[in-house]
Every structure is written in C-alpha cells, then in structure tokens.
C-alpha cells in the first residue's frame, strides 16, 4: 500500500500562489506516477497536472498551463505543485493521487488507486 501526505493551499487572493507538496510512503513501487487533481463543488475531480517518475513526462490540463509547475524529488518521494497566478476558478479541493498510470492516459483519475487527504484552495477575486 502507499500513502500519501499533502501540505500546503489555503486562501490568497487572485493572482496569487500557493505551493502544494505531495509526501509518499510505503510501497514506492507500486507506483511510476504521482501527481495533482482538483474537485469543485458539484464537479467531477479533474486531473490538474500530473508527473510521470520514470522519465519526467508531465502533463498539464490546459486551464493551468503556464501558471502551474509540477517537480518531483525522488529522493523524497515528494511531488510538489507551484501554482502561480491564481485566479477564483482555481478554487478546489486538491487531491494528491499516485499509481501506475498509461502514459496515454496519465491524466485520468481511473489510474491512480492511492489519494491523500484533500486540501482547500481558495482563491477569492
């Protein structure tokens, strides 16, 4: 089993940043991807941006591209999320998630069996 531990959101202004950390522990190998994923109030969880641990690939959902960096110490097992430039629509819970997604698909929800606990991010305009 893997777990999982995020620190960091909380509220700030647009325009804004926050940093999001990602801390994993246990059975490191059972997973190859780590990364972030948001839930709004009566949305489905999205994936936000998510790295692969094997070779770096990243990906980005297009409303944060520019404005958020993903980095990986693996060292660590720590994923981290700077979210820079906030704006109100960023507003979610954000929800660390690992596993061993298809590289085709690592920003689907379905391939990450193991989350953290979710944090808030507020953004207020």
């Known amino acids: 089993d893997v777990q999982l531990q995020a620190s960091g959101g909380g509220l700030v202004q647009a325009g804004g940043s926050l940093r999001l950390s990602c801390a994993a522990s246990?059975?490191?190998?059972?997973?190859?991807?780590m990364g972030w994923f948001r839930q709004a109030p009566g949305k489905e969880r999205e994936g936000v941006s998510v790295?692969?641990?094997?070779?770096?690939?990243?990906y980005y959902t297009d409303s944060v591209k520019g404005r958020f960096t993903i980095s990986r110490d693996n060292a660590k097992n720590t994923v981290n999320l700077q979210m820079n430039s906030l704006k109100p629509e960023d507003t979610a819970v954000y929800y660390c998630?690992?596993?061993?997604?298809?590289?085709?698909?690592?920003?689907?929800?379905?391939?990450?069996?193991?989350w953290g606990q979710g944090t808030l991010v507020t953004v207020s305009s």
């Open positions: 790295i692969n641990n094997s070779d770096g690939t990243t």
């Open positions: 246990g059975s490191i190998f059972d997973i190859n991807g």
């Open positions: 998630g690992a596993g061993r997604p298809i590289l085709s698909t690592i920003q689907r929800v379905s391939g990450y069996p193991f």
